[in-house]
């Protein structure tokens, strides 16, 4: 069974390729990204929004 659905690979794939051409922004600031990690996770987040099959984001475990 595959991680992520087709919808979120295309969404991730176009994130990709705008962070290669140097147009692709952070949300709130709108600075330019260049980390493939952050493209990473762009794509993923506007997947979710699309309602795309993407596992939930992991929460921080908070130490006691």
């Known amino acids: 069974m595959a991680k992520y659905g087709k919808k979120a690979s295309e ?3 176009k994130a ?3 962070r290669k ?3 692709l922004k952070s949300g709130r600031s709108g ?3 260049t980390s493939k990690k952050q493209a990473i ?3 993923l987040s506007q997947a979710r929004k699309a309602g795309a099959k993407v596992p939930r984001k992991k929460s921080s475990s908070k130490k006691k």
């Open 11 to 13: 969404k991730i794939e």
């Open 16 to 18: 990709m390729k705008e």
């Open 21 to 23: 051409k140097g147009t």
């Open 31 to 33: 600075k330019k990204v």
């Open 41 to 43: 996770a762009i794509g």
